[in-house]
Every structure is written in structure tokens, then in C-alpha cells.
């Protein structure tokens, strides 16, 4: 799942912070995500691993939405 | 019998909604075979007296303010004028495009979110520029994506190429990136690896960096640079475009000259911003206009125009299916 993962993130990060994506990386702070990529991120989320969202996103780190999918995500 | 229809989102414009139902009115006149559907308070879209059979009513109170966080604004309850536009496009087959003259990062989420084309591209806001060769220049990103990498200006010119080929049926649209400088190696970190990226690109007819004393002479057909630069040429020119002209108008008065009047107006048939009609957002599944806020109901009517020109040409909608 976490590959799955990384390449999804990738997809909406700037070009320059793509190699440096780890589980402890915060999607904001270290790899520049903005609320657009957030958003089109979260939307990539529930496409792929059949999640959905009720509330504004607000995950942190890439762990975050690791752990969010564990217990969520009806398709793996 | 032509079903096709065009939503406006009556609220967030300077004017008011009172000004955007008349802007619907407009559009209804001139292309007597288009309905309108209306997004925004009933009392005010009732009192209008518009034709009977030619409107429907989206029925919203709220709106996203300047002071409103717009992807939390998804999760209201009640019904938001601007998210309710975009709904119905996605979802009704026979809606050819959306006007809105409200909060642009709210239009911009919500058009992500609704009628996103392709969830790997990142839409923008392209704004069309009139140039003094008598034809348009298609400058891309005007203020969507403030930080871009070099990839993503690759992006906007393939997208911006797609809408000038569909929309003036330009064969090799010529591609132009913003610079200090003519040469390949002026320009920041940004605009030098888009440089290089850019002429190797294949499908992208690229000419070169331009200037920003030459945005609006028609050296290229697809100005291409990240939003922030984007939004200050668009703003600039338009700034630019209105002083001059109010010189002229103080200048003809001060010393008697008919002859002003006639140079001012054909000045505003060329560079009247106002009325040009919207920026459109570039990367959706069907065509978003982002009218400016003090947009006026010419304004309304020629953003109509624009999506009815596009709509009756699908090249650009089918390629990014």
C-alpha cells in the first residue's frame, strides 16, 4: 500500500521534492504540498483505496495517511 | 430540439446577483436556443421577470467569501451558489459551461473537484489577451498555481496549445515563456529548466522566452508562466489598458478634441477588459469561466459567447477526456 501511496503523492508535489517523500515526511511542511494538491490528493485517495472524506483533510505526514488508509480503505 | 445549457453563479460578483441575472439575461437574447440555469437567491432571480422555459433556478443563499478557507466550504451543509454550478455541470450531460465572478480559489477547487479531466494534471486559469497584430495571446496560469516547477509549465503549454488550436483553429500554436530576456539563458531557476524542457518538447511549438514589454504583441499565441507572474502581467496590461485610456479621455476634454473620443473608443473595442469576457479554467471536462469580480452583464454575455464557441467545437473537450 505504500508504493501505492508514494506514487499517488508524488503525483501532486513539486518536482523538486519528490525524491525526498518518506513516511515521516509532512506533506506541508518538508514536501510543499498546498491545499490544491491536498485536495487533489484526497480525491486520488478515494478513487484508489475507496475511501471518502466528510471533513476537510488535514493530515501531516505521509504516515498520517498511511494509518488513516489501514483502518479506512475498503478497496487494497 | 437544443437543450444545451449554461449555469451562473449569481453571487460573489461586485455588482451583485441583481447584476449577473441581468448578465443571464444577455446571454438568453443572444443565443435564443440556450437555457440558462441559475445558481443563487429565488427571491432575487423571481423578481427578475426573465422568459418563461429559458431559466431553472439552483436555488443558494451562500456564497464563498475572500475570507473563507474554500475546500472546508465543500463541507457545509447548506448549499453554496458556486459548488452548486459545478455539481450540476458534472452531472447533467446537457450543461456546456459554467460562469462565476465569485472567490477564484473556491471556482478553482470546486471545478477540481467536480470536473477534474485528469486526475495526474493540475488545471490552471488561462486568460485571453487581445494583441496588437488584431489577434489574441492565451497567457497561462494567471494566479492558480502560484509555485509551478518546470514540468508543470510544460503543462500549461500543452493545455494552453490544446485552446488555441480548438478555439482559433491555429495548427502549431506558437509557445512563448515569460522572461527577462530573449536569450535562453536569461531568467530565474524556474524559467531556464522550462526553457530547456520546453524545446525539446515534443507537440509544442515552441519560440522562445518573451519579454514582458512584448506580452501583448502578438509574438506568441501561448504565453506560458507560473501563476504568480501570470496574475501581474494580466493585472499590469489591464492596469495599463485603463490609465491610458483615462489620459486620453482627460486629454481630449482639456483641449477640445472630438477626435479623442473616436481613438478611445476604438481602444475599448480592442482592450476593454471589462467586457472581454473571463478567464477559463484549462484541464476540466467542460469549459469554467472565471468572470473578474467587478465583472459587468457584457461581461456575462461574452464569457456565454466564449463557451458557446467551444462547446460547438469538441476537439479540445474530447482530447482530455
Known amino acids: 500500500m505504500y508504493d501505492r501511496l508514494l506514487q499517488l503523492i508524488k503525483l501532486y508535489l513539486p518536482e523538486d521534492k519528490i525524491a525526498s517523500a518518506t513516511p515521516a515526511s509532512r506533506l506541508t511542511a518538508d514536501l510543499g504540498m498546498d491545499s490544491i494538491g491536498m485536495l487533489m490528493l484526497s480525491m486520488a485517495l478515494e478513487e484508489e483505496f475507496g475511501v471518502s472524506f466528510r471533513e476537510p483533510v488535514k493530515f501531516v505526514t505521509v504516515q498520517d495517511v498511511l494509518d488513516f488508509l489501514d483502518k479506512n480503505a475498503t478497496r487494497r | ?321
Open chain 2, 1 to 321: 430540439m437544443d437543450k444545451r445549457e449554461i449555469v451562473i453563479d449569481l453571487l460573489g460578483s461586485d455588482l451583485g446577483p441583481s447584476e449577473m441575472v441581468e448578465g443571464a439575461r444577455l446571454v438568453m437574447e443572444a443565443f435564443p436556443g440556450i437555457c440558462v440555469a441559475l445558481a443563487g437567491p429565488r427571491a432575487v432571480i423571481e423578481a427578475a421577470g426573465l422568459p418563461e422555459g429559458r431559466y431553472r433556478i439552483l436555488e443558494a443563499d451562500k456564497t464563498v467569501t475572500n475570507l473563507d478557507n474554500p475546500v472546508e466550504a465543500f463541507y457545509r451543509k447548506e448549499p453554496v451558489s458556486v459548488f452548486l454550478a459545478l455539481e450540476e455541470a458534472s452531472r447533467n450531460e446537457n450543461v456546456i459551461g459554467v460562469i462565476n465572478a465569485g472567490n477564484t480559489g473556491a471556482l478553482f477547487a470546486g471545478a477540481i473537484r467536480y470536473l477534474l479531466a485528469d486526475k495526474a494534471v493540475r488545471p490552471c486559469i488561462a486568460a485571453i489577451l487581445p494583441t496588437t497584430q488584431g489577434g489574441f495571446t492565451c497567457l497561462v496560469d494567471t494566479g492558480a498555481s502560484i509555485d509551478c516547477g518546470p514540468a508543470q509549465l510544460v503543462e500549461f503549454a500543452r493545455l494552453g496549445s490544446d485552446f488555441m488550436r480548438t478555439l482559433y483553429k491555429l495548427e502549431a500554436p506558437r509557445v512563448g515563456l515569460l522572461s527577462n530576456g530573449a536569450e535562453p539563458t536569461k531568467g530565474n531557476k524556474l524559467v531556464k529548466e522550462a526553457h530547456a524542457l520546453l524545446a525539446q518538447e515534443e507537440g509544442i511549438n515552441f519560440v522562445g522566452n518573451i519579454e514582458g514589454n512584448k506580452t501583448l504583441s502578438g509574438l506568441c499565441d501561448v504565453l506560458v508562466c507560473e501563476g504568480f507572474a501570470g496574475n501581474q502581467v494580466l493585472k499590469n496590461s489591464e492596469g495599463m489598458a485603463v490609465n491610458l485610456i483615462t489620459e486620453i479621455v482627460k486629454y481630449g476634454k482639456m483641449h477640445n478634441l472630438p477626435a479623442a473620443q473616436e481613438i478611445v473608443g476604438y481602444l475599448m473595442s480592442r482592450f476593454d477588459f471589462a467586457s472581454l469576457g473571463a478567464g477559463i479554467m484549462l484541464g476540466t471536462r467542460k469549459v469554467v469561466m472565471k468572470s473578474r469580480g467587478s465583472c459587468n452583464r457584457t461581461a456575462i454575455k461574452n464569457a456565454a459567447q466564449l463557451i458557446v464557441n467551444l462547446a460547438e467545437n469538441k476537439t479540445l473537450y474530447e482530447s482530455i477526456h
